[in-house]
């Protein structure tokens, strides 16, 4: 039975790598994918990973049927024996429901890769509709790290080091970014609730609570 299955997980967890390995096993076993993604890090039509592997994809559009898409080039005589999603998060929720079609409808499986909150811990509606619709959810068994060692569970987006909470919700970025540029970090909750990152957690501890007291 096919399904559509969402791999979440916080940004740098590994499922760009994953989506890459899946369709590996698949095209060395003769079938073939169709792949879909939007808004890479690597630019139009990639689907990209951390660990330096790409492979080229359909850029999806605003407001593009996928189902339509799919019924099209299998119609032309193209083959498509399952359907990759990758950056699923942006998407919308339409898109996601034409996904599911093309489970119920096609027969075929689609697996869609997306971190499920942005910066402010809220939804992406794409993400949500995945949730709604997915036959499984799967979590990322690599876990990204906060800098306190414990999982990761949010995603921060930072400028120069430090968490902000006001923004776009989608900003195209990576992690790891210098000073002064907007980039992303994972956080535990509780850090991400505090606003502390790596950096800023790092000058707290370098400036002491309490002022030395000089002598008279
Ligand atoms: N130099 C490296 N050596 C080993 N693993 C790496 C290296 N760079 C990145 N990675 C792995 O790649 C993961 C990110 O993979 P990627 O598929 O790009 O993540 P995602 O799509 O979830 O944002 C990191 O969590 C890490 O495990
Ligand atoms: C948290 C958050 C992330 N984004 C962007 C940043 C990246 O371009 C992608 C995530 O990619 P990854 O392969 O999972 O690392 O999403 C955003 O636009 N808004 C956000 O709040």
Same mark, same amino acid.
């Given at each position: 039975?096919?399904?559509?299955?969402?791999?979440?997980?916080?940004?740098?967890?590994?499922?760009?790598?994953?989506?890459?390995?899946?369709?590996?096993?698949?095209?060395?076993?003769?079938?073939?994918?169709?792949?879909?993604?939007?808004?890479?890090?690597?630019?139009?039509?990639?689907?990209?990973?951390?660990?330096?592997?790409?492979?080229?994809?359909?850029?999806?559009?605003?407001?593009? *049927?996928?189902? +339509?898409? @799919? /019924? !099209?080039? $299998?119609?032309?005589?193209?083959? &498509?024996?399952?359907?990759?999603? %990758?950056?699923?998060?942006?998407?919308?929720?339409?898109?996601? *429901?034409?996904? +599911?079609? @093309? /489970? !119920?409808? $096609?027969?075929?499986?689609?697996? &869609?890769?997306?971190?499920?909150? %942005?910066?402010?811990?809220?939804?992406f509606p794409?993400?949500?509709?995945?949730?709604?619709?997915?036959?499984?959810?799967?979590?990322?068994?690599?876990? &990204?790290?906060?800098?306190?060692?414990?999982?990761?569970?949010?995603?921060?987006?930072?400028v120069g080091?430090?968490?902000?909470?006001?923004?776009?919700?989608?900003?195209?970025?990576?992690? &790891?970014?210098?000073?002064?540029?907007?980039?992303?970090?994972?956080?535990?909750?509780?850090?991400?609730?505090?606003?502390?990152?790596?950096?800023?957690?790092?000058?707290?501890?370098?400036?002491?609570?309490?002022?030395?007291?000089?002598?008279?």
């Open positions: 039975m096919s399904e559509l299955v969402f791999f979440s997980g916080t940004m740098d967890c590994g499922k760009s790598t994953l989506a890459l390995q899946i369709e590996h096993n698949r095209s060395a076993r003769g079938l073939v994918g169709m792949i879909f993604t939007r808004d890479d890090r690597a630019g139009e039509g990639k689907l990209s990973s951390r660990l330096g592997l790409v492979t080229d994809a359909v850029e999806v559009e605003d407001g593009q *049927d996928l189902y +339509a898409y @799919v /019924v !099209d080039h $299998l119609s032309r005589g193209g083959r &498509a024996d399952y359907v990759i999603a %990758d950056e699923a998060q942006f998407l919308a929720p339409e898109q996601i *429901d034409q996904l +599911a079609r @093309v /489970v !119920d409808d $096609l027969g075929l499986d689609v697996y &869609a890769f997306g971190i499920t909150t %942005d910066f402010r811990s809220k939804l794409g993400s949500q509709r995945l949730v709604e619709l997915a036959d499984r959810v799967e979590v990322l068994q690599v876990e &990204a790290l906060c800098w306190c060692g414990a999982r990761a569970t949010h995603n921060a987006r930072t080091g430090v968490m902000v909470v006001e923004g776009a919700q989608v900003v195209v970025g990576d992690v &790891a970014r210098s000073a002064d540029e907007i980039g992303y970090e994972v956080l535990c909750r509780r850090h991400h609730r505090r606003r502390m990152t790596a950096a800023t957690s790092r000058a707290a501890a370098l400036s002491p609570d309490v002022l030395p007291v000089s002598p008279a």
